[in-house]
């Protein structure tokens, strides 16, 4: 009798590869740079390793203009961590529209996410790359 209160159920999209998910990110999702947001991004070049054992990589980060390059790291403590083509999270912890780019942005790899978008729920995750004495935000 209700059944119009109920929630459509959406299928999930699946996707053939990384690079098919990351530009579906890029042409139909609005992937806002906000405080706390995983923001999807595409594993372009492995770089350095930092000197307390952090690994640097170059992301492209999804947008409507077809992606932001930025320079991002996996926390020191993360004992895995992402390949070239990989789809990964990045985690914005810090957006300073005073200054200029790359340094406007700050945040870090934070998990490696599946060829699969769930409308209403986002990118599951595969694997966490976030250590596990890192504790989660809590706001009151």
Not at 84 to 98: I, Q
Request: hydrophobic share 40%; with cysteine; charged share 30%.
């Amino acid at each position: 009798m209700f059944g119009f209160l109920r929630r459509k159920k959406r299928e999930p999209i699946v996707f053939e590869n990384p690079a098919a998910a990351f530009r579906y990110a890029c042409e139909h999702l609005d992937n806002k740079v906000l405080l706390e947001a995983v923001i999807p991004a595409l594993v372009e070049e492995r770089g350095r390793i930092g000197s307390e054992g952090e690994r640097y990589f170059l992301l492209r980060l999804a947008n409507r203009t077809g992606g932001r390059v930025i320079e991002a790291c996996t926390l020191k403590e993360a004992t895995d961590f992402p390949t070239v083509g990989d789809l990964v999270g990045f985690k914005v912890v810090r957006v300073d529209p005073e200054l200029p780019e790359p340094f406007d942005l700050l945040g870090f790899i934070a998990y490696r996410l599946g060829t699969v978008y769930v409308p209403g729920k986002g990118w599951p995750v595969e694997r966490n790359y976030v250590p596990e004495n890192i504790k989660p935000t809590l706001r009151l």
